[in-house]
């Protein structure tokens, strides 16, 4: 699981993680509206805010977070069918998302990706995606994220690109492989 500041390069380091190393990613469902270029279904599942509810409503959400205003969070099932079949699949969810998948599975590999000021400042302007007062507020809630990292297994600062991509490859080398043991949302093992 991936997550940290908005800016932080979450999209841009899971999408080179992910080619680089099979691993799939898993589609969050949100209730803002798309960005230029974004596919539903495949970059996020983009719901109403009555349809979000509804499916939180049914248990159909590992996690769900509001942040910067919308409604964010993992459906379930898919993730519950790639870990009954020994896959992993990688998570890039906001931090409070991150704290209740840990207690829904205490086995999850939480890594914190965070960067300098600096580098979000300059991120979150060059994607274009939101206005000044909109950057402002996704900054400013940047040190309250960066509290909860002491809960994360790893913490990278994405400073250089192909360094954290390198690092990340060599904690997830690291981490338990799904064909040596397949865990349940729960934490319990399947052996």
């Known amino acids: 699981m991936l997550s940290g500041p908005a800016g932080a390069g979450k999209t841009t380091v899971a999408e080179r993680l992910c080619r680089e190393t099979g691993i799939r990613r898993s589609v969050s469902a949100t209730t803002r509206a798309p960005r230029r270029g974004e596919v539903d279904g495949q970059d996020y599942v983009f719901l109403s805010d009555g349809e979000f509810r509804q499916r939180l409503g049914r248990g159909e959400l590992l996690e769900h977070a509001r942040v910067h205003g919308h409604l964010y969070g993992t459906p379930r099932q898919p993730i519950e069918a790639a870990l009954s079949a020994g896959e992993s699949r990688l998570l890039v969810i906001d ?97």
Do not use: W
């Open 95 to 191: 931090v409070r998302g991150a704290m209740q998948v840990k207690r829904a599975c205490p086995d999850a590999l939480l890594v914190f990706l965070d960067a300098p000021d600096a580098a979000i400042a300059e991120r979150l302007a060059g994607r274009r995606t939101e206005g000044k007062a909109e950057q402002r507020k996704r900054r400013a809630a940047a040190p309250a994220e960066r509290q909860l990292k002491e809960h994360y297994d790893y913490c990278v600062v994405n400073d250089d690109l192909e360094r954290t991509v390198a690092e990340l490859r060599t904690i997830l080398s690291r981490g338990t492989r799904p064909q040596d043991r397949r865990h349940t949302l729960d934490g319990r093992s399947q052996d």
